[in-house]
């Protein structure tokens, strides 16, 4: 039995033909100048190869339909309407593609200029996703301008509509703007310690809306970004990540104050210099503090690295300094009163 085509498409199969076989040649081009793109930026010290290779890798696919379709339809003539419809359809997979290769180009390059500034730690996803929306907005804006849509009256009404979503999304805005405020402002950063009324840890994401912070407790704190930029924020990792602990004791009125410095202060230098979480800054300060009702009071100032091992560091601190105490036969004396009283003799 012969397979008998319809005229149209057996008109048509010339350029199915041409097309499908010029996508399939631009695809494995498309492969090898990416396979070899990717082994000159492996030898490269620059990051702007790795960035373009990243963002030509997959708008580049876009871009081969756009073409394969292209010399599909130079091959014969189709009706005028058919023709207009393909261009349109190609304008738009190459504003697309561009549109794709311009985001992802610009992001590398707000991602690396952000890593390089903020060093080891790691950098916060709202930068990443205001130049997307941006970029992306510019496009659809394009798109919308090449298939006749009127851009100024659609402006207009998305002006006025944009002021009825603004009263209707202005917890979703004001948490947006207050991302943005946190962003350029900087008060914290992704990594760093911080301390609100009611919880405490390490900031791990400031998206568009919501600051994520790992608490001690190894949960996450989900904090709307108006409400965390109008809070008194506590950041202990500004100026200096390094962060002061003090152990504070009373040692009996009858001690050898000489000989319980030099104990402590040996003790603590010991400490200082075989655990990391203590930053070597010389030795500790221990000194006498005060007078008090039940003893002479001492406090022992060292340094940790960041607040994460505070806790710690202030537990091993402790430990080390009673079993010194007890060691030396000093008396740490418990609260007491002496109290006198008056005998009246009876008359």
Request: proline share 4%; charged share 15%.
């Amino acid at each position: 039995m012969d397979l008998v085509l319809s005229p149209t498409i057996a008109a048509a199969l010339p350029m199915l033909f041409v097309t499908g076989v010029s996508g399939i040649v631009l695809f494995v081009l498309r492969k090898l100048l990416l396979s070899a793109l990717h082994r000159v930026a492996t030898h490269t010290d620059t990051k702007i190869d790795d960035f373009l290779l990243t963002a030509f890798k997959a708008p580049s696919l876009v871009v081969c339909v756009a073409l394969a379709l292209y010399l599909g339809l130079q091959v014969q003539q189709v009706p005028a309407e058919v023709q207009a419809v393909a261009d349109r359809g190609m304008a738009v997979l190459g504003i697309l593609g561009a549109t794709a290769i311009v985001a992802n180009l610009l992001c590398g390059l707000v991602l690396n200029a952000m890593k390089r500034s903020l060093g080891d730690r790691p950098v916060a996803g709202i930068g990443v996703v205001l130049v997307k929306g941006v970029i992306w907005t510019l496009g659809a804006l394009v798109v919308l301008n090449q298939v006749g849509l009127e851009i100024t009256p659609l402006i207009t009404a998305l002006g006025v509509g944009g002021l009825a979503m603004a009263l209707a999304l202005q917890d979703t805005l004001s948490n947006l703007f207050a991302g943005i405020h946190i962003l350029l402002e900087r008060p914290f950063e992704v990594g760093h310690w911080i301390q609100g009324e009611s919880w405490e840890g390490r900031v791990v994401d400031i998206s568009w809306r919501t600051t994520r912070v790992h608490t001690l407790g190894g949960h996450y704190v989900v904090i709307p970004n108006s409400k965390i930029a109008g809070a008194t924020i506590q950041n202990f990792n500004l100026p200096d990540p390094a962060i002061r602990a003090q152990v504070d004791l009373s040692v009996g009125y009858g001690s050898d104050l000489e000989l319980v410095v030099h104990a402590l202060t040996e003790e603590v230098s010991h400490v200082i210099a075989t655990d990391d979480a203590f930053v070597k800054r010389g030795p500790p300060v221990v000194h006498v503090t005060g007078l008090g009702d039940n003893g002479v009071t001492i406090a022992i100032r060292v340094y940790v690295t960041d607040f994460s091992v505070l806790r710690r560091s202030m537990d091993l601190l402790y430990r080390r300094v009673y079993r010194r105490l007890r060691l030396e036969s000093v008396e740490i004396p418990f609260p007491q009163r002496v109290v006198w009283l008056k005998h009246e003799e009876e008359g």
